[in-house]
């Protein structure tokens, strides 16, 4: 499955954005769908991730009530909601993908990525 995020850009803090992920390939039915960032100077960790079939939600704490991950598998595409939103959010934003097997937060137990996509929120 390819990858591919969108929607990233440039906010002022208490905005909003709404990133996309769009795959194609296999069938992305099959696939969880998670989002990780990357800020400047630090390791990728973990944002959200969505199930393939039940659309299972899990959040990484500083997002919940903030961000919200959903999925249209007729458009194949994920997306993530992030409401306001802190200069600490700033980071590239990358969706990855793995056959599902349960919720992991762990960037390595995904072996399908997106580049990225660029998310500064300015104080």
């Known amino acids: 499955v390819q990858l591919q995020a969108s929607g990233g850009g440039l906010v002022q803090t208490g905005g909003y954005l709404r990133l996309s992920c769009a795959a194609s390939?296999?069938?992305?039915?099959?696939?969880?769908i998670g989002w990780f960032r990357q800020a400047p100077g630090k390791e990728r960790e973990f944002v959200a991730t969505i199930t393939q079939s039940s659309g299972r939600t899990y959040y990484e704490d500083s997002v919940k009530g903030r961000f919200t991950i959903s999925r249209d598998n007729a458009k194949n595409t994920v997306y993530l909601q992030m409401n306001s939103l802190k200069p600490e959010d700033t980071a590239v934003y990358f969706c990855?993908?793995?056959?599902?097997?349960?919720?992991?937060?762990?960037?390595?137990?995904?072996?399908?990525w997106g580049q990225g996509t660029l998310v500064t929120v300015s104080s």
């Open positions: 390939g296999r069938t992305f039915s099959s696939y969880d």
């Open positions: 990855a993908a793995r056959p599902t097997f349960g919720i992991t937060t762990k960037p390595d137990d995904y072996g399908y």
